[in-house]
């Protein structure tokens, strides 16, 4: 899986989720009170390394699809992050 993930990164539009979300350097100061289990890609592939986190590849799955369902969620179904997010995952 850390390929797959390493892979996702790299892509053109990954940028906007390769680190947490953070409200006020972001702009979006509601973000943590809309979005109840915030993830991005670079906390997926750091729990991938420490091996502490993730016991089958269907929870990375989850955390990678949480990503894209986070987006959509918080910044609608037509905003460019979302389609981003949709094409990563």
């Given at each position: 899986?850390?390929?797959?993930?390493?892979?996702?990164?790299?892509?053109?539009?990954?940028?906007?989720?390769?680190?947490?979300?953070?409200?006020?350097?972001?702009?979006?100061?509601d973000y943590l009170e809309r979005?109840?289990?915030?993830?991005?890609?670079?906390?997926?592939?750091?729990?991938?390394?420490?091996?502490?986190?993730?016991?089958?590849?269907?929870q990375v799955a989850d955390d990678?699809?949480?990503?894209t369902e986070n987006c959509i969620?918080?910044?609608?179904?037509?905003?460019?992050?979302?389609?981003?997010?949709?094409?990563?995952?």
């Amino acid at each position: 899986m850390d390929k797959v993930v390493a892979s996702v990164m790299k892509m053109k539009n990954a940028l906007p989720f390769l680190e947490p979300v953070d409200p006020e350097r972001d702009g979006c100061p509601d973000y943590l009170e809309r979005i109840k289990t915030p993830m991005d890609y670079g906390t997926i592939k750091y729990r991938i390394m420490t091996g502490k986190y993730y016991k089958s590849a269907l929870q990375v799955a989850d955390d990678a699809r949480r990503v894209t369902e986070n987006c959509i969620l918080y910044n609608g179904e037509g905003h460019p992050f979302s389609k981003y997010a949709m094409e990563l995952g």
